[in-house]
């Protein structure tokens, strides 16, 4: 009998237990969705323009959906960073004035976890003498999204009528040049027809980079070739001497 009683016992708590973990759902996350940044930098050279020949470029960034997806698009906005009084120019994030530039906004599409923000950015008479200027952007709340974590709401753009050294020469070094110079970085845009070089983030396969390589070494040695001597770095720490191409 008293066998029976804790056999008894024993199946109302396995299924008490049972239905209560059955009851207990697991809760959706319901946080509001945010859109965030991938990349965190990005320079743009408006080399040779002057305002009359290219009055204005448009920077686009790539953005991430962090949290569900919806059924229709959805957009993404921010504003510049201004700097605490008595910054000094040097470690100012924002250095552009208003008028220089736009901020259009970004979208990210129904059903899509990815999209673009665009700013537009002004040739002005800032950029006279090969000046450049900065511009820190954050994202602020939209009827669409709140705002993310702080290290993925910010991205910092720098612009000139100079050749700027790109925000990926980090990876382009491995398959392009060690070294960087202006000289690098033209041959680099003309033989791949990009201004940035997105290897870590996985936008460019070790294939690509290295087919972009190759290019790259043959366009210094036809170079080299054509004007008798080898190919030299007009600028930057190998100033004066040769080109090695990785490839």
């Excluded at 059955?22 to 743009?44: I, M, R, T």
């Excluded at 190759?214 to 600028?235: C, I, M, W, Y």
């Amino acid at each position: 009998m008293k066998i029976m009683n804790y056999k008894l016992i024993l199946s109302i708590l396995v299924f008490s237990v049972l239905y209560g973990c059955a009851k207990e759902e697991v809760p959706y996350f319901s946080g509001k969705d945010s859109a965030n940044f991938w990349l965190h930098a990005q320079n743009l050279s408006l080399y040779g323009k002057t305002p009359a020949e290219m009055p204005q470029d448009t920077i686009i960034m790539d953005i991430g959906l962090s949290g569900r997806t919806a059924d229709y698009d959805r957009f993404a906005t921010a504003v510049a960073v201004e700097d605490a009084a008595g910054t000094d120019e040097e470690s100012k994030k924002t250095t552009a004035a208003p008028g220089t530039y736009e901020i259009i906004g970004g979208v990210i599409p129904a059903n899509e976890f990815n999209g673009k923000f665009k700013v537009v950015l002004k040739n002005t008479s800032a950029l006279d003498n090969d000046a450049s200027v900065k511009l820190r952007i954050k994202m602020i709340e939209t009827d669409d999204f709140t705002v993310g974590i702080k290290e993925n709401n910010y991205f910092d753009i720098l612009w000139s009528r100079t050749i700027l050294e790109p925000s990926t020469w980090g990876a382009m070094q491995y398959f392009f040049c060690a070294v960087y110079s202006t000289t690098v970085y033209k041959i680099f845009m003309e033989v791949t027809g990009l201004k940035e070089f997105y290897y870590y983030e996985g936008l460019v396969t070790v294939e690509e980079g290295s087919v972009m390589g190759t290019k790259f070494g043959n366009r210094v040695r036809e170079l080299s070739a054509q004007q008798g001597s080898p190919l030299l770095h007009e600028d930057g720490q190998n100033k004066g001497l040769p080109i090695i191409p990785i490839y």
